[in-house]
């Protein structure tokens, strides 16, 4: 998990800080990634960016909900062709703070969705 994490750093790096780097503006960073396999055998590729905006009242989910699709598209995927992996779902995740996955943190703003992987394509799964 920590080669996935550097190597994370490195292929995201360009994501973090810059305005344009999502379709809402905001400024992001890639907190950790990681894949795991559910009691189901489901593969799952997690990726988790703190957004610091998000803490602000007039930052909501409608914001940003065009930053989920972008974010799968242009970071999960070439991650997960890099590594060679095969994945089910697909889950991203936006919060205005690090917070420590699993765990819970109830004073975090936080935002998830999830996708599946059809041809390279991210497949929002509130359609399937």
């Not at 690090?98 to 936080?110: D, K, L, N, R, Y």
Request: aromatic content about 10%; charged content about 20%.
């Amino acid at each position: 998990m920590y080669r996935l994490a550097l190597l994370a750093s490195l292929i995201v790096a360009p994501l973090a800080g810059q305005a344009s780097s999502v379709p809402s503006g905001h400024a992001l960073e890639l907190q950790e990634q990681f894949w795991e396999t559910l009691q189901d055998g489901t593969q799952v590729f997690r990726q988790r960016f703190v957004m610091p905006a998000i803490a602000e009242q007039s930052v909501g989910y409608m914001q940003l909900v065009d930053d989920f699709e972008y974010l799968c598209t242009h970071s999960a995927i070439p991650e997960i062709a890099a590594e060679n992996l095969t994945i089910d779902q697909i889950v991203i995740s936006l919060s205005d703070r690090e917070t420590e996955f699993g765990v819970a943190s109830p004073e975090a703003i936080q935002y998830f969705e999830a996708f599946s992987l059809k041809n390279d394509i991210c497949i929002w799964e509130a359609f399937q």
